[in-house]
């Protein structure tokens, strides 16, 4: 059973960093695609951004493009989101989830995805 775990949230100042990891166990990341979603209080779940499964293409949402960047490192079984130059509006409960596919581009959709992490908290204020 595939199981996802999230670290690096945390409290930082606008403009500043964060790096996310998604980090899996029980089975290979190999032939999932990843992707980032989060949830701010009283807003529904939104994507934020994906990986794909064996090609390495990411996608991402208009509002962090430029900002956030998804990488993968297969060896680790792990998925990083890189975000810089953080706002106020990225504060959030980050998830990542994990969708059985080797198709080229994943997919933004997360009704696709069937396997969760429990999230970790993302607070961008001054």
């Known amino acids: 059973q595939l199981q996802l775990v999230e670290s690096g949230g945390g409290l930082v100042q606008p403009g500043g960093s964060l790096r996310l990891s998604c980090a899996a166990s029980?089975?290979?990341?190999?032939?999932?695609?990843i992707g980032w979603f989060r949830q701010a209080p009283g807003k529904e779940r939104e994507g934020v951004g994906c990986?794909?499964?064996?090609?390495?293409?990411?996608r991402l949402a208009d509002s962090v493009k430029g900002r956030f960047t998804i990488s993968r490192d297969n060896a680790k079984n792990t998925v990083y989101l890189q975000m810089n130059s953080l706002k106020p509006e990225d504060t959030a409960v980050y998830y990542c989830?994990?969708?059985?596919?080797?198709?080229?581009?994943?997919?933004?959709?997360?009704?696709?995805?069937?396997?969760w992490g429990q999230g970790t908290q993302v607070t961008i204020s001054s």
């Open positions: 029980g089975v290979t990341l190999d032939g999932y695609a």
């Open positions: 989830a994990a969708d059985y596919s080797r198709s080229i581009l994943c997919t933004g959709d997360l009704t696709q995805y069937n396997y």
């Open positions: 990986i794909s499964s064996n090609h390495g293409n990411s």
